[in-house]
């Protein structure tokens, strides 16, 4: 089944660290772009973060520059993301999402997982 | 970066209806312009790219037009399955932006 599914979410106090996970299956994970796009309660849409198919392939939205980390384990079709320094502006949900042009970027999202809610509050 | 502003912010239409959504940039992001469907509680679904594709699967009821600054969604005659959240997106300028969203609700 094509599928990308978040895990990590949880309850974390302001200035911790989370790390999320993108587990993927159905299609060749390597060639494809991922990106971590979130939506904080009641709001729209904001994208943080891709990594290309190789790790060397990244770049960050400025608001979470500098505090979080994206990387992939293509043994694992696997992305991750290491945040720290966590804000209450933070708290979302967090989609993982697959660009729709395999080898390419369109930077189109074709494909999304169901979301991991990141909660920080004290 | 490039502000979407999407309009109206709610539409409350009956099933049969037509939807025209808008989406209007801060400055010109050519024909990069997506649009997404979110329905409550679930994930966003690609619509429209390059302002006037559809998406793999997607029914001919929605059409994408506009270029430049000024971008139309439209849903021709609506289903009980097109009332939701609808988003647009570009891809023009880097970062990535998105607009805030219209709901499209049942009168």
């Known amino acids: 089944q094509v599928q990308l599914v978040e895990s990590g979410g949880d309850l974390v106090k302001p200035g911790g660290s989370l790390r999320l996970s993108c587990a993927v299956s159905g299609f060749n994970f390597g060639d494809y772009y991922i990106s971590w796009i979130r939506q904080a309660p009641g709001k729209g849409l904001e994208w943080i973060s891709y990594i290309g198919s190789s790790e060397n392939i990244v770049d960050y939205a400025d608001s979470v520059k500098g505090r979080f980390t994206i990387s992939r384990d293509n043994g694992k079709n696997s992305v991750f993301l290491q945040m720290d320094s966590l804000r209450a502006e933070d708290t979302a949900v967090y989609y993982c999402a697959r660009d729709q042009a395999p080898s390419a970027m369109s930077w189109y999202f074709d494909l999304w997982g169901r979301g991991t809610l990141v909660t920080v509050s004290s | 970066e490039v502000v979407l502003t999407q309009s109206p912010t709610t539409l409350s239409l009956s099933p049969g209806q037509r939807a025209t959504l808008s989406c209007r940039a801060s400055q010109s992001v050519r024909r990069y312009l997506a649009w997404y469907q979110q329905k409550a509680g679930q994930a966003p679904r690609l619509l429209i790219y390059?302002?006037?594709n559809r998406a793999s699967g997607v029914p001919a009821r929605f059409s994408g037009s506009g270029s430049g600054t000024d971008f139309t969604l439209i849903i021709s005659s609506l289903e009980p399955d097109d009332f939701a959240v609808y988003y647009c997106?570009?891809?023009?300028?880097?970062?990535?932006?998105f607009g805030g969203g219209t709901k499209v609700e049942i009168k």
């Open positions: 997106q570009q891809r023009n300028n880097w970062p990535l932006t």
């Open positions: 390059d302002s006037s």
